[in-house]
């Protein structure tokens, strides 16, 4: 059995250097896979995902691969488009670990997708560290192959309801007294970021005013807006996509609502700063990573450098900020690095067993797995919307600006 | 069960709801009207029933909102994408539509279908999966102290929506053209024998379903979001109301979409968005019930 795990890999390696000779004929290849959406619905994330991938493979060649003992390994990624369909996605998973013999995988964009290639990579034993799902009923299986760098679905907003405590606090009101509005699309990732919402809503006593979950496939919220309207809440939390950002944004402008706060997820992606940028001024959106936060590493450099350095490499990226989506697909492959080099070996087990024991500091945020796979050393961040630019606010450990409060 | 007699308490205390939903819904109802409209034609005419309804509805939003790319006012997108949409109809009836016309029911589904796909699929290539909206720039009006608000941009949608259904009834009461469309949807073949071109009749009618679907996707663009996968919502709306109204009915399909948009609306405020629609969807089995029992009242004195 070991005789043959040796010898695909040195099959893959051999392949792999044939197409790629000369440039690092010192280092052997080690070929990750990925099926990635790079057409179909997903396939703006997919694509920032995979140039995440692409420019983390890029840095850790450059620094001369990845090291075990005295040999090195140059880093390569498999991809394979899975259309943003998951029966699709977990074909291609069968594909890459039976036809192309890759031991290591790389995450899918979206949780959907993740949930369907997660079961493929756990039966063949295949470690897989993902970047791009973050539901919590990923975590919740039992699997042992899966890991998560980025926060669960759940903590998305869970900080904006501790943030409107400590503001009422401070204006002398009890948190038991904060009315909140939600309003969360039908969908298995805004509910999971509303079970996160609601538990921290029980923790402090406040009141659910409005609870309304916007269906699927329409962009329109006026009646849960007009209900605002009537009942006044201290608080008021979005969440559906960019659709559901782009709705709330705009309505709330029009229909003049207003609310002291308001947090809503996904204000990058619907470009709201762009789009309705007098509306949302004070508006709190959470995100997964940020480039002025004052993570860093030894490779990337600061998180502001990996942004100055990504855009270098990625000119379309010049002119807007650089997605959450591909810096964390950066950092899944950089603890991947990690891990081999830590396990002194490709033995996908020893691999699988140096990823639990991952304690590391990265650009991207600190990242130690739970014994279920997730990331529980990085939190969200609450940005505002001040200026038209956005500035983080919270948690206060990483506040680079005040929250200013309320919003006008 | 509380938040919803709490939600009646309000309209019932502060009855300016009552008028602020009441506006929201029949300028939303303005909006599926349309394309319900055009599917209502083709259907009725034709006898096709057009899966690729809410693609078209797209393209002209994206067409709207290209031009605001580019400088121009998105409302100028309505008339841009009303002759562009009439004139992709065309190519598409010639293309595919006058093939499949003759065939029966699930011919027309699968081809139609098969249709909306590619279309999805383009509008994915060229514009991505990124959901836009066009900014036309307007301000709401603000009566009652600001709780009622009547955003600009659905005033001239609603506005433009009328003027558009008043000119296409019209057209069809009085124009030759008109007359002979309605001539086809009665009889084909008689049309036929008293000299009317049935395949232009069709030709024509296809593309102005189009040209319809078009100019709602501009203004859909300007009042909500736009997205290469949401067509199917507008396809599936447009069957719900020509359905419910029948599709001999065109004022009837005018008068559902406007109930259907406040009912929405209403449903939304008491119960919760989550049954905005399955209200839409219940009240369209209630409607098709009633119809049942009626028919076969009808049958019975017939036999």
Redesign the interface.
């Known amino acids: 059995m070991v005789f043959t795990k040796k010898l695909v890999f040195s099959s893959v390696a051999a392949a792999a250097l044939l197409a790629a000779p000369a440039a690092f004929a010192a280092c052997e290849t080690l070929t990750l896979g990925s099926a990635i959406s790079l057409t179909g619905k997903y396939s703006t994330n997919g694509h920032h995902a995979k140039n995440g991938y692409e420019f983390a493979v890029k840095k850790i060649n450059d620094a001369g691969g990845v090291k075990i003992g005295d040999k090195c390994y140059n880093l390569a990624v498999k991809y394979y488009d899975d259309e943003s369909t998951p029966a699709r996605g977990a074909q291609l998973a069968e594909r890459l670990i039976n036809q192309d013999k890759i031991q290591l995988m790389l995450g899918p964009y979206s949780s959907g997708l993740t949930k369907a290639i997660a079961p493929v990579t756990e039966k063949y034993k295949i470690p897989m560290v993902e970047a791009e799902g973050a539901s919590r009923s990923l975590f919740n299986k039992g699997y042992k192959y899966l890991f998560a760098v980025l926060s669960t679905s759940e903590q998305y907003l869970a900080s904006s309801i501790s943030l409107a405590a400590e503001v009422a606090k401070k204006a002398g009101k009890k948190p038991g007294e904060i009315k909140v509005a939600m309003a969360f699309e039908n969908d298995p990732f805004s509910l999971d970021v509303r079970a996160g919402v609601v538990d921290d809503i029980k923790k402090f006593g406040m009141k659910i005013v409005i609870d309304d979950k916007l269906p699927r496939d329409l962009s329109d919220m006026t009646p849960t807006l007009t209900k605002v309207k009537a009942l006044k809440p201290d608080l008021l939390v979005v969440s559906g996509h960019s659709k559901g950002a782009a709705t709330a944004a705009r309505q709330i402008g029009e229909q003049n609502v207003k609310v002291p706060m308001v947090a809503i997820t996904h204000c990058e992606a619907a470009n709201v700063t762009g789009k309705f940028g007098k509306t949302v001024e004070g508006f709190l959106c959470p995100t997964q990573w940020a480039e002025t936060l004052t993570y860093k590493d030894d490779l990337f450099g600061s998180a502001s450098n990996y942004d100055k350095e990504f855009k270098g490499a990625f000119p379309s990226y010049a002119d807007k900020l650089v997605p959450y989506q591909t810096a964390q697909a950066s950092a899944a492959v950089y603890v991947f690095k990690h891990a081999i080099e830590q396990a002194g070996t490709l033995d996908k087990e020893k691999v699988r067993d140096a990823l639990t024991k991952v304690n590391m500091k990265t650009f991207y945020g600190d990242i130690k797995f739970s014994e279920a796979g997730n990331n529980i050393a990085k939190p969200m961040v609450l940005r505002q919307i001040q200026g038209g630019k956005y500035n983080v606010v919270a948690p206060s450990a990483f506040a680079s600006h005040e929250l200013q409060w309320p919003r006008k | 069960m509380s938040?919803i007699l709490g939600?009646l308490s309000?309209l019932w205390q502060?009855p300016v709801?009552n008028l602020?939903?009441l506006i929201?819904g029949l300028m939303?109802g303005a909006v599926f009207a349309l394309s319900a409209y055009g599917l209502a034609l083709v259907w009725g005419v034709m006898n096709v029933k057009n899966l690729a309804q809410g693609d078209f509805v797209m393209i002209g939003g994206y067409i709207a909102w290209v031009m605001s790319l580019n400088g121009i006012h998105p409302l100028f997108g309505v008339p841009v994408a009303f002759v562009a949409l009439w004139g992709f109809g065309w190519v598409i009836y010639v293309l595919i539509i006058r093939r499949v016309i003759d065939q029966d029911l699930f011919t027309s589904l699968l081809a139609t279908f098969g249709l909306a796909i590619v279309i999805e699929?383009v509008l994915?290539?060229l514009f991505?999966?990124?959901?836009q909206?066009a900014?036309a720039g307007f301000d709401?009006f603000?009566l009652f102290d600001?709780?009622v608000?009547i955003?600009q941009?659905?005033l001239i949608g609603f506005i433009l929506a009328a003027i558009l259904a008043l000119a296409v009834i019209l057209f069809m009461k009085n124009s030759r053209m008109g007359q002979a469309i309605r001539a086809t949807a009665q009889d084909e073949r008689a049309a036929r024998v008293m000299g009317i071109d049935t395949d232009k009749v069709y030709a024509f009618t296809f593309s102005l379903n189009a040209a319809i679907c078009g100019a709602a996707g501009a203004l859909i663009s300007m009042i909500?979001?736009i997205?290469?996968?949401?067509g199917?919502?507008y396809s599936?709306r447009a069957f719900v109301v020509v359905t419910a109204a029948g599709f001999g009915n065109l004022p009837g399909v005018i008068a559902a979409g406007l109930g259907m948009g406040v009912i929405?609306?209403?449903?939304?405020?008491i119960l919760?968005?989550?049954f905005?629609?399955a209200i839409v969807v219940g009240l369209l089995l209630l409607v098709l019930i009633v119809r049942q029992v009626q028919q076969a009242r009808l049958r019975q004195v017939v036999q």
């Open positions: 938040q939600n309000i502060a709801f602020s939903l929201d939303i699929q994915n290539i991505t999966s990124d959901t909206t900014d709401s603000l600001g709780l608000t955003p941009v659905k909500w979001v997205q290469p996968f949401f199917i919502t599936i929405e609306q209403f449903g939304g405020f919760g968005a989550e905005q629609q």
